[in-house]
């Protein structure tokens, strides 16, 4: 009997640091991982090309929502020029394969490099400021890369913009949605395991220290320079690859893009999402992109009746936004990822979840 109860499994127990940063923790986590992949795969089959297309926005911006996420919610680094690393990701593949013939399949991850090479630039003076002045100098990097991307007419052809080749596999072309989406799965799948993955290694604990107290990871040996210009290459990575995504998804790429107010709504994502959170990044990215959507199916459902509603939907729809970080900022700073544990763990312990 006594070998009986010593054999009996009452919860979750982890005893190991590897058990702990487990990517799956639980068996159902697996189980509903798989589940949502093979969901996501047979997803074209199904849904419509309108609920497509928003898939495919919330998976090139989830990537590079993630990338700010590791610099500002894991490094706790602040950056206002994200949206014009995603845009020199967008040139950077387009420009690639038009002067070298390379196949957008290399491009990508080669725009994703260039970019990074560009991030760690902007990172050098980022490894020794921070607070106002880190804000100050990320923004100028914002406006110093829409004045490149205006002016260089070799890289990005200036005020007319470039052409971006679709995606092509051995000569198929993926210039539908409901090939794209493959495309983009692949790669939200890829960037989300990496990132996940980056976390679990020593550079990503050490980007949490350099986070949660500078002066205590200092003493214990690491070097603050080193990991806050690393977080923004790693960021710029991945912004790189959105950007990239995102080029050869619409065909066309134009520097009107990529403005601060971009910038703002990545920001918006992580603060959304949950800084800190890789989930997070992706609940966020979901929430920014479909907000405005219900946003103007709800003005046109009760607007027909009053057509000035309906005439000012952009304002609203701007508004809406910026209503909705206020709202997260005061109600739930932790963002919708920590609102999901706090729903899981409730039903997890259920009826004694107080």
């Known amino acids: 009997m006594a070998s009986a109860h010593s054999r009996m499994r009452c919860g ?21 991982a798989v589940g ?49 690393f995603f845009g020199f990701g967008a040139f950077a593949s387009a420009w690639i394969n038009n002067t070298t013939g390379i196949p957008v399949f290399f491009c990508i991850p080669l725009a994703g490099a260039m970019t990074m090479a560009v991030g760690l ?11 106002l002045y880190l804000a100050i100098a990320t ?14 007419d070799w890289f990005t052809g200036g005020a007319y913009g470039a052409m971006a080749n679709p995606f092509s596999v051995f000569g198929f072309e993926f210039n539908n949605d409901q090939r794209y989406w493959y495309v983009v799965l692949f790669y939200v799948v ?14 990503g604990r050490a980007f949490v220290a350099v986070r949660d107290h500078y002066l205590s990871a200092e003493i214990m040996g690491i070097n603050l320079n080193k990991y806050r210009i690393l977080s923004f290459g790693i960021s710029s990575f991945y ?16 520097a009107e893009g990529f403005t601060i107010l971009l910038s703002i709504q990545f920001l918006g994502m ?21 907000l405005p959507e219900v946003m103007e199916a709800g003005v046109h459902l009760v607007g027909s009746n009053t057509p000035g509603l309906t005439q000012a939907l952009a304002y609203i729809k701007e508004m809406s936004i910026g209503l909705a970080i206020i709202l997260f900022l005061i ?6 990822a920590h609102r999901w544990k706090m729903i899981k763990a409730y039903w997890k312990l259920y009826p004694f979840s107080y």
């Open 12 to 32: 979750e127990f982890r005893t190991t640091y590897q058990q702990d940063m487990t990517i799956f923790p639980t068996p159902l986590s697996r189980r509903t």
């Open 36 to 84: 949502a992949i093979i969901f996501l795969l047979l997803a074209p089959s199904f849904l419509s090309p309108y609920l497509l297309n928003l898939g495919i926005q919330i998976g090139y911006y989830g990537i590079a929502a993630l990338g700010l996420n590791i610099v500002v919610g894991f490094t706790g680094q602040i950056s206002l020029g994200h949206a014009a």
């Open 121 to 131: 630039i902007v990172g050098i003076p980022a490894g020794r400021i921070k607070g």
């Open 139 to 152: 923004l100028a990097s914002q406006f110093i890369l829409e004045d490149f991307f205006s002016r260089a």
């Open 190 to 203: 890829a960037m989300f395991l990496l990132g996940t993955n980056l976390l679990r290694t020593r550079d």
């Open 239 to 254: 912004a790189g690859v959105g950007g990239a995504l995102f080029a050869h998804y619409l065909g066309f790429v134009s």
């Open 270 to 290: 992580i603060i959304i999402g949950g800084m800190g959170s890789v989930m997070g990044s992706l609940m966020g990215t979901a929430f920014m992109v479909l």
């Open 331 to 336: 109600f739930e700073p932790d963002g919708l």
